[in-house]
């Protein structure tokens, strides 16, 4: 609430105000982005000639799918134009498990290389422009797969590399905007509902990504690429259009919402010139986040990667079966990104401590699914509804990590969340890196015994990052930080170097709180 000319109240905090617009867009640009990222989980499912996998591996007189991998990715050349077996009868190509999670990991590769220079560059220039261009790398890419994937495994691993690095500034990017639009007070809300965004965009893209290679255009699985990147064009227009970098750019924001959302940022709103790299490197806070973001992380995309595989393989759903329940969690995990949002900037308000919010979020969201998991892996195929349910909470009450650890970056150093962000993301997504690859070694034989094993890895990993986050992470402002906000806030008052006062300081580490 602000006080208009008229000494009336005018409420600047409803979901019309121009940051809750910023909120829905960025909502659906995480949907989009999602979509291009995990439709390959089920375009592989549709893809996969296992019948021909299966008689290559005889072909060669190996019993072991593992002793032929290895090789597999040259070979299946050969055994595809005519020199093996003939009579095969699904997918269209023959990838081996190794090759398969070659392919799913590949795109994590290129989202680690841009997720530090992601919110370097956002910092700099913007994160609107930053966001809008590298989302059409990750388009492009996208429409590109199909052909990719039919001229050669390598050129489609190149694609997801590439939808990768497109992919992997954005999540710092937004940080950034968020700093200069989110009221501290609103902060766990509104970058939670955008962040929440992502995982719609697993509840929409998996069911349609199944119907669509069940009754799709050119072959079915290749009409998934096509028709998610063209929605990704239509989100990227409308993000020119509607989106600007700080409030006082915006050409239709209202005096009132401009001078709330300012007043309560301070010098926030603002980025410093000189990033403290070796400071990052000694804050015990900032490792906090980092180790809690790679764990949250591991458990996520063991899940996010493999759940089309884990319904097929143990669970005996049909693709379309599979689709539609592979929604489920996320649907979940959505509920409980906003719940969990709205509940800690609720207990923020009624004076809970910004750091007892974050480690209850984060042990919410990271020993409750673990255990869940554990369960998940002694349910039998008998069961198959019964699974589905326990893997759908695993899945959604990971939703309470997003107001735990994915914005502690603001409360801890507003100035350098997004550098902060991109830290703790590049290091985390080695865990899209290596969880495809570990669970396509531990799982050669597809056997519930093999799932089970990765589950209870989960669930360790998941363990150790919720004792560490709970010792050593924080909530307010670093003493680190606050010279550089001192510096920050006598440039945007071009006034001459003075002490800033010990009420001010007080001021803005209350919003923060």
Not at 143 to 170: M, V
Not at 249 to 270: C, F
Not at 304 to 313: A, D, H, Q, R, V
Request: glycine share 10%; aromatic share 14%; charged share 10%.
């Amino acid at each position: 609430m602000v006080e208009t000319g008229e000494g009336q109240k005018r409420n600047v905090a409803g979901i019309c105000s121009y940051r809750w617009a910023l909120a829905f867009i960025g909502f659906f640009g995480f949907l989009n982005i999602y979509a291009l990222r995990v439709n390959m989980s089920v375009a592989m499912v549709c893809m996969l000639n296992q019948t021909g996998i299966s008689l290559y591996q005889k072909s060669l007189g190996e019993d072991n799918v593992t002793s032929v991998v290895a090789r597999s990715i040259d070979d299946y050349h050969c055994f595809a134009n005519g020199t093996g077996p003939t009579n095969m009868a699904d997918g269209e190509f023959i990838w081996p498990k190794k090759t398969q999670g070659l392919i799913l990991s590949s795109f994590f590769w290129g989202y680690l290389i841009t997720q530090i220079p992601g919110g370097w560059l956002a910092q700099r220039i913007g994160g609107k422009r930053v966001i809008a261009y590298f989302s059409v790398i990750s388009i492009i890419s996208t429409l590109l797969s199909s052909l990719g994937a039919r001229f050669s495994p390598y050129l489609l691993i190149a694609l997801r590399i590439l939808n990768g690095i497109g992919q992997g500034a954005i999540f710092p990017a937004m940080h950034v905007l968020w700093t200069k639009w989110a009221p501290p007070l609103e902060r766990s809300k509104l970058i939670g509902f955008t962040y929440a965004g992502a995982q719609i965009g697993n509840v929409l893209a998996l069911p349609l990504s199944a119907i669509l290679c069940e009754y799709g255009f050119d072959g079915g699985w290749s009409s998934i690429f096509y028709v998610f990147g063209l929605i990704g064009v239509v989100w990227f227009a409308l993000w020119m259009l509607i989106v600007s970098d700080t409030p006082a750019q915006h050409p239709r924001i209202s005096e009132e919402e401009k001078n709330y959302i300012e007043s309560s940022l301070g010098s926030n709103t603002s980025h410093p010139q000189t990033t403290p790299w070796l400071t990052f490197a000694k804050s015990l806070p900032v490792w906090a986040i980092v180790v809690a973001h790679v764990c949250a992380n591991w458990g996520t995309y063991t899940l996010l990667t493999n759940i089309p595989t884990y319904m097929k393989e143990i669970l005996k759903f049909d693709i379309k079966s599979n689709g539609l329940l592979c929604a489920v969690p996320y649907i979940i995990f959505w509920a409980c990104i906003n719940i969990g949002g709205f509940v800690a900037d609720f207990l923020r308000s009624k004076g809970w401590r910004t750091e007892t919010v974050r480690k209850i979020m984060l042990s919410t969201g990271t020993l409750v699914p673990g255990v869940l998991l554990i369960i998940t892996g002694y349910i039998t195929c008998g069961m198959p509804y019964a699974a589905v349910a326990v893997l759908s909470l695993s899945v959604g009450f990971s939703g309470f990590q997003y107001p735990g650890v994915m914005v502690n970056h603001v409360d801890i150093a507003p100035p350098f969340a997004g550098v902060l962000f991109g830290i703790s993301n590049t290091v985390a997504t080695l865990s899209g890196v290596f969880a495809p690859y570990v669970i396509g070694v531990i799982t050669t034989n597809s056997t519930q015994a093999e799932w089970r094993i990765v589950f209870y890895l989960a669930a360790v990993i998941y363990l150790f990052g919720a004792v560490f986050f709970c010792i050593f992470a924080k909530g307010e402002i670093q003493p680190w930080v606050k010279p550089f906000m001192e510096n920050m806030e006598l440039e945007k008052n071009s006034s001459p170097p003075v002490v800033t006062n010990e009420n001010h300081y007080h001021n803005i580490q209350d919003v923060t709180l």
